[in-house]
């Protein structure tokens, strides 16, 4: 039977030996698990022995397409990286658009799985059924944007590449990946795991085709699904997501100095209008995407007060971004109002290859103890972190990625900086499951404190998407209100918004033509589109357990990398400080209530018996795949 949707194989790579050996997709895994998000949950929790330190060679680091990928169609371009995280000890799992994916699929693959540690540096490339393990002592050292650069110019442009820059090669433990000069594997250390392989790049160039059940119907979809998209989703074409901090600064839920006030004094001075009147030059899109809402920044001259050291050499900055979360991070939360010097620290993070809601939180934490007298210049290395400096911001950038002196202890991110630091600080750092949060402050958002503590990953926007329900006080799914001040309603939203953009990460879609109360694709058209695909006729309730499935793989996953139900937990500051300002001023989270919503979020999961018990998952009941090895000469 036709696999539609699907290229039909795997690659597995072992960078110790340079053996790469190809399998054949089988069906039964495809239905069981769709793609993406799941194909990562079902292999890691297989293939990786528990207890595994993640910059092991051991550790699988995992790139995972769905059967909406290469579609010429809005919002198909993502894909899946999944991996033991570096930064939490657990489940990690990040999405990134652009053209690597369809080109994957085009290549022949729905799947990479990558092992073992090289011991020199390496790149990959990866040509339709040509898979090469290549030198990359030329390569390493060098920033993501230069690498991108350098890899077209030795191959050609027709490839795509991701990679990593001096932050992942440091082992920096939220170090992303960085692909088509500004789009990134961004959350949780993928980064850094692929710095441990000593693998800097994979390259992809692909000629082939994906085929679907039902191609008229698709042409009927698409033509819909983008006379949808200029009716819903014109604030992203027109201003990219800075446009959700006007929503956040006014319900007093955008975090600022360092989650002490929900509402930013200087938030005229970076906000999405006047992003678009300074700095913005032209949109960008993903592959045949025509929402377009990626917006390069042009700064036609690096500000004199900004210390250029080693970027002297990009005098002028041009970046894609900022998005709302390093607007949020490197700007309000360290009480930045220099939208230069943000646009200026996007640049640096994209090049050094570091996440920049983590870089920005960790920056944050160290100001609020800088501040408070926990720190001082001394430990800093004479930079004086006060709220505000953004001289210092840029600066202590550089040091995260080349881990020197205090920038080496930020570089472990917030929950470990704050065991080094001691002093009291573990007590104000902010951190769920040892991840740093977005920019929405869960004390005027009930409904995203729930799902902050629930996610897999730890503090996290994408798993669920909460916060825009709760922005906006509409529910996602259906006619009705719901209040984000309420700890009422939360529960049951959290849960079917999980499932829901489960199957949209196995798909793999964009968040963005996903969003809760507007879509354009809800449930209706995410299972529409599945059997346009596929040629499998699907209901709503079929893709819930399939999510549930997932999902509870994930948290037996997590089980045994020893997080539980304990630490489904929010920082105790949420719980003991209200918030100074905004909309939200006075507004904490109320202990008792939390917890009611935690345990009815268990049962309704059925949880409870897993934290018992989390060997019940069996394992595949298929044939050993056919396969071929690949003998690799590895230069």
């Not at 809402?293 to 990009?314: D, E, H, N, T, W």
């Not at 630091?421 to 958002?445: C, F, M, Q, T, W």
């Not at 937990?569 to 949420?574: A, G, K, S």
């Not at 409870?608 to 019940?616: A, L, P, Q, V």
């Amino acid at each position: 039977m036709n696999l539609y949707g699907y290229a039909g194989k795997i690659a597995r790579m072992d960078l110790t030996s340079g053996i790469v050996r190809i399998e054949f997709l089988k069906e039964d895994f495809a239905r069981q698990y769709v793609g993406g998000k799941g194909f990562g949950a079902k292999i890691l929790y297989e293939g990786l022995k528990p207890k595994t330190d993640p910059y092991e060679p051991s550790n699988l680091l995992i790139f995972a397409a769905g059967p909406a990928n290469g579609l010429v169609l809005s919002g198909a371009s993502k894909l899946c990286t999944v991996f033991k995280s570096p930064l939490t000890g657990g489940w990690g799992e990040s999405q990134c658009g652009g053209y690597f994916a369809p080109h994957l699929k085009y290549a022949g693959y729905d799947l990479l799985v990558i092992i073992g540690r090289s011991e020199k540096p390496v790149y990959v490339t990866i040509e339709d059924d040509e898979v090469k393990i290549q030198d990359a002592s030329h390569l390493w050292g060098e920033d993501a944007f230069r690498t991108d650069d350098i890899i077209k110019k030795d191959h050609g442009k027709d490839f795509h590449v991701i990679s990593i820059g001096q932050a992942g090669e440091n082992l920096v433990r939220y170090a992303c990946i960085t692909h088509d000069r500004g789009r990134q594997f961004g959350r949780a250390g993928a980064g850094a795991v692929m710095g441990s392989k000593k693998l800097k790049a994979i390259a992809v160039k692909g000629s082939g085709k994906i085929e679907v059940a039902k191609p008229e119907e698709l042409d009927m979809f698409r033509k819909e699904l983008n006379e949808k998209i200029k009716e819903r989703l014109k604030s992203l074409t027109e201003y990219g997501t800075p446009a959700i901090m006007a929503l956040t600064n006014t319900t007093g839920t955008l975090p600022t100095r360092y989650w002490t006030e929900g509402e930013f004094e200087g938030f005229e001075k970076i906000n999405a209008e006047t992003l678009k009147r300074r700095f913005v030059e032209h949109s960008k899109s993903c592959f045949a995407c025509t929402v377009a809402c990626g917006k390069i920044s042009v700064i036609r001259k690096v500000p004199s007060i900004l210390p250029l050291g080693s970027f002297a050499a990009y005098e002028e900055s041009r970046v894609e971004g900022p998005e709302y979360e390093t607007l949020f991070a490197l700007g309000s939360l360290c009480g930045n109002d220099n939208l230069e010097s943000i646009i200026k620290a996007n640049e640096v993070c994209d090049r050094l290859g570091i996440d920049t809601i983590s870089a920005g939180n960790t920056i944050a934490f160290a100001m609020y103890c800088y501040e408070k007298g926990i720190i001082t210049q001394e430990d800093t290395g004479g930079i004086e972190l006060k709220f505000g400096n953004s001289e210092a911001i840029i600066a202590m950038l550089k040091k995260i990625a080349y881990r020197e002196g205090f920038g080496s202890i930020l570089a472990e991110g917030v929950k470990r900086a704050a065991e080094k630091i001691g002093r009291g600080s573990e007590n104000i750092a902010v951190h769920v499951k040892g991840l740093e949060p977005p920019g929405y402050d869960p004390r005027g958002l009930k409904g995203v404190a729930l799902a902050y503590a629930v996610s897999c990953r730890g503090a996290c926007h994408l798993r669920h998407m909460a916060y825009r329900p709760n922005l906006t006080g509409q529910k996602p799914f259906e006619k009705g209100a719901i209040n984000r001040l309420s700890y009422e309603g939360q529960v049951e939203m959290v849960k079917e918004l999980e499932d829901f953009h489960t199957i949209v990460d196995c798909m793999v879609l964009c968040k963005f033509l996903c969003l809760p109360t507007i879509g354009p694709i809800l449930w209706n058209e995410l299972t529409t589109l599945y059997s346009i695909i596929t040629g499998i006729e699907i209901k709503k309730e079929d893709l819930v357990k399939i999510a549930q499935n997932i999902n509870t793989i994930i948290r037996k996953f997590n089980l045994r990398e020893g997080l539980n139900k304990k630490h489904d937990t929010l920082p105790q500051r949420f719980f003991n400080e209200k918030l100074k300002t905004g909309a939200s001023k006075g507004e904490k989270i109320q202990k008792e209530k939390f917890e009611k919503m935690l345990n009815e979020y268990y049962k309704l999961r059925g949880w409870n018996k897993h934290e018992r018990n989390n060997s019940n998952i069996t394992k595949s009941s298929q044939r050993e795949p056919k396969q071929r090895d690949i003998s690799v000469n590895r230069c």
